[in-house]
C-alpha cells in the first residue's frame, strides 16, 4: 500500500511539475492569462513554490492588475524569508497603487536590509523611487539642449525675447560704462541688461548685434529680469535698492534688496523709470512676469507673511496704470523654501525655480497650471533641465518648443550660463503587413499588440483589409509584436527602435492557420522513446488544440497517432494506441469535455505516407513524416 501511495505522489509531483514548465513557456511568450491559468491550477495540485507564487504576482503585475498582484507577491514575501529584492519592490508598488501606504512603508525596511545601504529601500524612505527614476531619465523625452555662444567669462541669466529681440543680464563690460563696479559677493562686475536680434536658421538659434540697454536702465548696480507688454511699450526689470542719491545701501552680510522698476518707450528708447507702489526698503522685490494678457504681474519677494525664504505672489495691473494688493500664489506653489524666476507661457503654463519642492539637485525648473486651476500640483521639469545644481530663468514659446534656461551645472567653471533648448518627443513607426503563412495573403481583421521591455502591453490594434498595421513608439526602446487572429497561430518578433526621430521600422508578420479544410494542424508532439507520457513541449502544442476547440463549442474531434516502420509492427500498433489516448486525456484534463473526442486511435505504421516501409532505407526526414499526429473534424461546428 505504501509503495501505491508513493507512486501515485510522484506521478503527481509529475504533473504538477510539467504543468508549471507549460506556464513558463506561456510566459516566456508573454501570453500571461495562460500562464496564470495554469500556475494557478498548479497551485491548486498543492504547489506553492517561490517560483510560481512570484511567477503569478509578474502575471498579474504586467497586466496591471495590482489587486491580484499584491495578492500573490504577499503570499511569496510571508512565506520565503530570502526571496529577491525585486518582488519586494514590485509588492510595495502594487500596495501603493491601492492605497496601502501604511502596509508598503512596513516593507520599505525589509527591502533596505537585502539590499544594502544606499540602494533603492533607502531612497524609498526619502522620494518615492518610481518618481525619482522618472525625474531623472530622459528617456522618451528628447531636449536638443546647448550652451549659446555667446556666453562669456561671467555668470549670465535671465533670456527673454520679445519681437525677434533677445534680452539677458550679465556683467560683461558695456560701452556705457567702462570702469564697471565689482559686487563683492562673488567679485564679478554688477548686471547690466542687454539686447540682441534673436533669429534662427536650420533650427540653429544665432543672436547677433548685442548692446546694452540704455542708462536710464542700467546703472551702476545690478539689472537683471525683464518683462516687456504685448505692445512693447512697457518694461519691468529688477533694480538693486537705491536710494534717493542713487547710492546701494546693504545689510551687514553685504546683501542689498530688490526692486521692480517699470519703464516705458519713448520712440525707440526706454525711459520715464519709476519705482513699483508695492516695493519696500526691508524685503526684496524682484523677478517680474506677465500673464498671457498682461493683466496680471507676477514677481518674487521675501516680504513678511510668506511660506517660506522667498515666494512668488501676483498683483493685478488696473486700466487705470495702478495696481491691486499683492497675493501669495498659496501653497501649491510656494514652500519653506526659495521659490523664484517666475515665467507665465502663451498657454498660460506657470513656470519657476523651486528648492522647497521634490528635486533632483539645488533649484529646480518647475511648471504648473495654477494659473488655470487653482488646485494644479506642480510638476518637475526632470532631467535634464534639471541637474544636481541651480537651474533656472526659464522661458518658452510654447507654440514653437524652444526656450532658453540657466545653470551653473558645469562643474569646471561652476558659473551661470545660459542653455538654448528645443523639445523634442522623439518618436518612430513600426508598421508592416500581417500574413497568412501558408499563401502569403496579407490578413486583413489580426489583432497585433505591442508589449514593452518589462512584457507589458502598451498598445493593440486590428489590422486593416490590406492586412497593415502601425505603431507610433519612442526612440531607443525594445518591443514585441504578437499577431494574432482567431484560429491562426501568433507569430512573435521582438523590434528594437533607433535614435532618429520619425525614422519608419518594417516589421512583417506571419501567422499560421490552426484548421486546414477538416483538420486541425499543429506542429509535431514529441514522445520519450518507448514512452506515451505528454511532455512538456508536447503539451505546449496541444494547448492550441485546446484552444481551437474552445473557440468553436460545438466541434467534436478524432485523434490519431502514426508511426514509422521502424520497430515490430505490432508494438508500434500498441504505442501509437497509448498515445493517442494520452493526447486525448491531456485535452480532457484542460477541460474539453469527453463526449466531444469521438475516438483516440493508434494505426501504428498502418497509413505511411511515403515509401519508408519495414526493410527500405530512409532518411530521419522521411521517417519523420510518417510520425504524426491528426486532429480530424468530424462535424460542421459552426
Not at 495578492?71 to 496601502?100: C, F, H, T
Not at 486546414?516 to 488544440?545: T, W
Request: proline residues 3%.
Amino acid at each position: 500500500m505504501k509503495k501505491i501511495i508513493l507512486i501515485i505522489f510522484v506521478l503527481s509531483n509529475s504533473l504538477i511539475f510539467s504543468q508549471v514548465q507549460v506556464a513558463d513557456k506561456f510566459f516566456r511568450d508573454y501570453a500571461y492569462i495562460k500562464a496564470s491559468e495554469l500556475y494557478e491550477e498548479a497551485v491548486k495540485k498543492g504547489d506553492s513554490s517561490e517560483h510560481v507564487l512570484t511567477r503569478l504576482g509578474d502575471c498579474y503585475y504586467n497586466n496591471s492588475n495590482t489587486q491580484q498582484a499584491a495578492l500573490w507577491y504577499g503570499k511569496a514575501v510571508n512565506k520565503y524569508k530570502d526571496i529577491q529584492p525585486e518582488v519586494i519592490y514590485k509588492y510595495i508598488q502594487s500596495l501603493k497603487s491601492l492605497g496601502e501606504y501604511e502596509k508598503a512603508n512596513k516593507l520599505i525596511s525589509k527591502l533596505r536590509e537585502l539590499e544594502g545601504a544606499n540602494k533603492r529601500g533607502n531612497e524609498l524612505e526619502v522620494l518615492d523611487f518610481s518618481k525619482y527614476q522618472e525625474l531623472s531619465s530622459t528617456e522618451g523625452v528628447y531636449i536638443k539642449y546647448d550652451p549659446l555662444e555667446i556666453n562669456s567669462e561671467f555668470s549670465e541669466f535671465g533670456a527673454y525675447v520679445h519681437d525677434s529681440t533677445f534680452y539677458f543680464a550679465s556683467p560683461r563690460k558695456s560701452d556705457l560704462s567702462k570702469k564697471k563696479k565689482v559686487y563683492k559677493w562673488n567679485e564679478e562686475p554688477f548686471l547690466d541688461l542687454f539686447s540682441a536680434t534673436l533669429s534662427y536658421q536650420d533650427d540653429k538659434v544665432n543672436i547677433t548685434d548685442i548692446k546694452p540697454l540704455p542708462k536710464a536702465i542700467n546703472s551702476d548696480y545690478h539689472e537683471a529680469n525683464i518683462a516687456i507688454t504685448k505692445d512693447g511699450k512697457t518694461m519691468y526689470f529688477t533694480r538693486d535698492n537705491v536710494d534717493d542719491r542713487n547710492k546701494i545701501s546693504y545689510d551687514k552680510e553685504g546683501t542689498s534688496y530688490l526692486k521692480i522698476y517699470k519703464a516705458t518707450k519713448v520712440g525707440n528708447t526706454w525711459g520715464n523709470v519709476v519705482d513699483l507702489p508695492f516695493n519696500d526698503k526691508v524685503f526684496s522685490t524682484g523677478h517680474p512676469a506677465l500673464s498671457a494678457d498682461d493683466k496680471v504681474l507676477y514677481f518674487v519677494s521675501d516680504r513678511e507673511g510668506g511660506y517660506g525664504g522667498t515666494d512668488i505672489y501676483s498683483v493685478e495691473r488696473k486700466a487705470s496704470g495702478t495696481y491691486g494688493e499683492p497675493k501669495n500664489l498659496g501653497p501649491k506653489v510656494n514652500t519653506s523654501g526659495r521659490e523664484m524666476f517666475p515665467f507665465v507661457a502663451k498657454d498660460s503654463t506657470l513656470y519657476f525655480s523651486s528648492d522647497g519642492h521634490i528635486s533632483l539637485g539645488l533649484l529646480d525648473i518647475f511648471k504648473s497650471d495654477i494659473l488655470k486651476d487653482e488646485n494644479a500640483e506642480p510638476e518637475n521639469l526632470g532631467a535634464p533641465f534639471n541637474s544636481r545644481f541651480d537651474d533656472f530663468s526659464f522661458y518658452i514659446d510654447s507654440e514653437k518648443e524652444k526656450g532658453f534656461f540657466s545653470s551653473n551645472r558645469d562643474e569646471e567653471s561652476n558659473i551661470d550660463v545660459m542653455y538654448q533648448f528645443e523639445t523634442i518627443q522623439c518618436k518612430q513607426t513600426i508598421k508592416g503587413i500581417v500574413y497568412n503563412k501558408l499563401d502569403a495573403i496579407p490578413e486583413a481583421e489580426a489583432t497585433v499588440k505591442i508589449l514593452n521591455e518589462a512584457g507589458i502591453e502598451i498598445d493593440t490594434i486590428t489590422s486593416n483589409e490590406k492586412g497593415e498595421y502601425s505603431f507610433e513608439v519612442d526612440c531607443e526602446k525594445k518591443y514585441t509584436l504578437i499577431a494574432s487572429k482567431l484560429d491562426f497561430r501568433e507569430d512573435i518578433q521582438q523590434v528594437a527602435t533607433s535614435k532618429i526621430h520619425e525614422d519608419e521600422i518594417v516589421q512583417d508578420l506571419y501567422i499560421t492557420p490552426l484548421i486546414i479544410r477538416n483538420e486541425i494542424i499543429i506542429n509535431p508532439i514529441y514522445f520519450d522513446f518507448d514512452k506515451h507520457n505528454i511532455r512538456p513541449d508536447a503539451a505546449y502544442e496541444l494547448e492550441n488544440i485546446v484552444t481551437v476547440m474552445n473557440n468553436h463549442p460545438k466541434m467534436h474531434i478524432k485523434i490519431e497517432a502514426h508511426t514509422d516502420s521502424r520497430g515490430k509492427d505490432e508494438y508500434n500498433m500498441v504505442l501509437s494506441d497509448r498515445r493517442a489516448k494520452a493526447t486525448r486525456d491531456y485535452i480532457i484534463s484542460r477541460g474539453i469535455d469527453a463526449s466531444r473526442i469521438q475516438s483516440a486511435i493508434g494505426y501504428g505504421e498502418s497509413q505511411l505516407l511515403n515509401e519508408c516501409s519495414n526493410g527500405v532505407k530512409c532518411s530521419e526526414e522521411k521517417h519523420q513524416e510518417n510520425r504524426r499526429s491528426k486532429f480530424l473534424i468530424t462535424n460542421t461546428y459552426d
